[in-house]
């Protein structure tokens, strides 16, 4: 649309393009409208209680509105409305609201205050956070602000991993952040997973559900892959449980209740997003929704690895990913192990033994430029730790500015990626550690975390000369749109580089400007003097490694928070 609008103003006198616009303003509107009248009527219990606002988040799974509910006394509180996707699967449904009612409402996890259902319609209602775009921000924080952000986010993580709920969709639109309030909220929980020993009890019907979809993925006769409607054969006590945990906060107001799958929807159904209990959010397309021969899949992945790798004019590495066919990785593949041995291990081919291959199902939620190395590589065991490595990618954009900092459209230019960044011999070092073998065809050295940092800001003594720096260094790619247009605009906009003259000018200018100089000095935010802490913790974040990454409580207790106030 937006292209679009751009196309005309170019041809129409401003008045016009004016016009144009406020058409384009009313449109939207009116499909807000349209939107808001809808969801009254697919949930009339809404009517008398809320007035809907406006939309404030519309993703492939909900849309989510602001409204005020009508107190008795007399006074108005705003809500955030969460309106699911009727055909979200019901045991997702009730597992997202199971995390919200059992871990949310403390230590910056969203909580829930009401939920509606009427047939397929399902209605979350939270306490509403006014929050920033992190987009807009990102550029005016000060290195404090990003300090207590970093920590609010570990806070938040550490009382979910407590109860066993991986998120593995930690991002900064899912943790919202009021900046003048200092408040902070982890949301949406539409992809969680349960730990083994998780305390979420619907987290681990969830888990076996999707341990049955994936393994009947195999199965011959179920032709649609995944995305075809399970019914629901668990226990319908535990989806009620939930919902009478829920019914007990909502008073009066309503009735939560599971629905269990049935049949009659199936033939429509196909056809339309569907959530599966696996938590497969709909990337990964070519991967998980055919059901193809392991063949296919590995020569197709290398394929989308050679158009990924020109689109990245500077990185001629072309990866691929297996499973290192020893004892370990068969381990590690646990529901589908595989009595096979092949020599094409570390190999630039596929032998018939591995083309025989099932495909290895593992949960890949998430968004492709925070995904953890062993969610890339499809490691099917997978802990909080994927979380962390999230949250390292966010600090990441903190510290360097640049936002979002990965920007990949599939797994393996994703970890292509990473390597430009982490190493692509540490990358390979640690895969093998989780059973996975990475071929890759260049070897890329690791970045120092400081120095990359300052550089993307701005903010390093060799400033002066970043505009050719920026524009000719491969180095921070990851970190810019791949189109060469943006990438000037970015070079031009790097913040730091005025700030790095002002101090150039200060240093000269001894007398008479101590009073300027303090001035100044607080325009850096305090950038020019960010701790080794910072970087060592960005370090222990993005450890390849997920046995071995910092924890979410280790991350508290690290030296770069000893005098944040809890
Ligand atoms: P989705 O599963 O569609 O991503 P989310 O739960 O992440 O849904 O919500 C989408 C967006 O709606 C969020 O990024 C945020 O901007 C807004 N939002 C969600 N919950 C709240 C809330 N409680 N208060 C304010 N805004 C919210
Ligand atoms: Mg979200
Ligand atoms: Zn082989």
Known sequence: METALKAHQDEQPPLQAENFCR??????????????????????????VFKIKEKIGEGTFSSVYL???????????????????????????????????????????????????????????????????????????SFEEVREYMFNLFKALRRIHHFGIVHR???????????????????????AQGTPDTKIELLRVVQSESQQESCSQNKPHLTLGNRAPVSVTAPRQIAQQSASKTSDNIGSLSQMQIKQGKEGKEGSVHHSVQRSVFGERNFNIHSSTYPESPTVKLIKQSKVMDVASRKLATKKM??????????????????????L???????????????????????????????????????????????????????????????????????????????????????????????????????????????????????????????????????????????????????????????????????????????????????LKGWDRVPDEAYDLLDKLLDLNPATRITAKEALLHRFFKDVRM
């Open 169 to 191: 969709d930690v991002k900064p639109s899912n943790f919202l952040y009021n900046r003048q309030l200092k408040k902070y909220a982890l949301v949406d929980f539409g992809l």
């Open 318 to 339: 072309i990866i691929s990913t297996k499973a290192v066919n020893n004892g370990v990785a068969r381990k590690a593949a646990n529901s589908c192990p595989a009595i």
């Open 23 to 48: 058409k384009h303003e009313k449109n939207k509107l009116s499909g807000v409208k349209k939107d808001i009248e809808k969801i009254y009527e697919a949930v009339p219990q809404l009517v008398n």
């Open 341 to 523: 041995t092949c020599d094409c291990y570390a190999t630039d081919r596929v032998c018939s033994v591995c083309l025989s291959r099932r495909q290895q199902v593992a949960p890949r939620a998430g968004t492709p430029g925070f995904r953890a190395p062993e969610v890339l590589t499809k490691c099917p065991t997978q802990t909080t730790a994927i979380d962390m490595w999230s949250a390292g990618i966010i600090f990441l954009s903190l510290l360097s500015g640049r936002y979002p900092f990965y920007k990949a459209s599939d797994d393996l230019t994703a970890l292509a990626q990473i390597m430009t960044i982490r190493g692509s011999r540490e990358t390979i070092q640690a895969a093998k550690t989780f059973g996975k073998s990475i071929l890759c065809t260049k070897e890329v050295p690791a970045q120092d975390l400081r120095t990359l940092c300052e550089r993307l800001r701005g903010t390093n003594s060799s400033c002066t000369k970043s505009t050719s720096d920026v524009l000719t260094n491969p180095l921070h790619e990851p970190a810019l749109a791949t189109d060469t247009d943006k990438k000037v605009e970015f070079a031009s906009q790097t913040p730091g580089e005025n700030i790095q003259q002002l101090r150039n000018s200060c240093h000269e200018d001894v007398n008479g400007l101590e009073i300027k100089i303090t001035e100044k000095a607080t325009d």
């Open 67 to 141: 409204a005020t509910a009508q107190l008795q006394a007399g006074c108005e509180e705003k809500m955030a409305l969460k309106h699911l996707i009727p055909t979200s699967h019901p045991l997702r449904i009730a597992a997202e609201l199971q995390c919200l009612t059992v871990a949310g409402g403390q230590d910056n996890v969203m909580g829930v205050k009401y939920c509606f259902r009427k047939n397929d319609h399902v209605v979350i209602v939270m306490p509403y956070l006014e929050h920033e775009s992190f987009l807009d921000i990102l550029n005016s924080l």
